[in-house]
C-alpha cells in the first residue's frame, strides 16, 4: 500500500476527480485535489506532495502554463507531474514535456494501467 504517498489532482472536472480517487486511493494512495492554478500553487508550496497529476483544459490557466509556474517553485523541481489529458492530438505529448511534464497519460484512462503508471514515475 502507499498510505505514506501524497498526490496532488489538478481537474476541474468533478466527475473526473471521483473516478481518479476511487482508483488512487483504492491502491492506498493519499489524494489532494485542486481545481483552479491557485489552489494547485498553494497546494505545491504548502503540502507535502509525492506526485501531481495535471489536467490540460483548466478554467483559468491552462496545464501547460501552470506547470511551468508550478516548476519555478521551491522544491517542486523533483516532484514528477504527469499530464493526464484528453488533448491526444499530434504535439500535445511533447508540448507537455516542453512545459515541465515528466510524462503523459491520455484520457480516457487504463483504470488497470493507471496504479503501474502512477508508481514507475514515483520510484524513478
Not at 476541474?12 to 494547485?40: C, H, P, S, T
Not at 506526485?51 to 478554467?59: Q, V
Not at 493526464?84 to 516542453?98: K, P
Request: glycine share 4%; charged share 25%.
Amino acid at each position: 500500500m502507499q498510505q505514506d504517498r501524497t498526490i496532488l489532482y489538478v481537474e476541474d472536472n468533478f466527475e473526473n476527480r471521483i473516478l481518479i480517487q476511487r482508483i488512487l486511493q483504492a491502491e492506498g494512495y493519499n489524494l489532494m485535489f485542486a481545481v483552479n492554478a491557485d489552489e494547485a500553487m498553494a497546494a505545491a508550496r504548502d503540502s507535502a506532495i509525492d506526485l501531481i497529476l495535471m489536467d490540460i483544459n483548466l478554467p483559468d490557466v491552462d496545464g501547460y502554463t501552470l506547470t511551468s509556474r508550478l516548476r519555478q517553485l521551491p522544491g517542486v523541481a523533483s516532484i514528477p507531474i504527469l499530464a493526464l489529458t484528453a488533448n491526444v492530438m499530434r504535439g500535445d505529448r511533447e508540448r507537455s514535456l516542453e512545459a515541465g511534464c515528466d510524462g503523459y497519460i491520455q484520457k480516457p484512462i487504463d483504470v488497470d494501467a493507471l496504479p503501474r503508471q502512477i508508481e514507475s514515475y514515483l520510484n524513478r
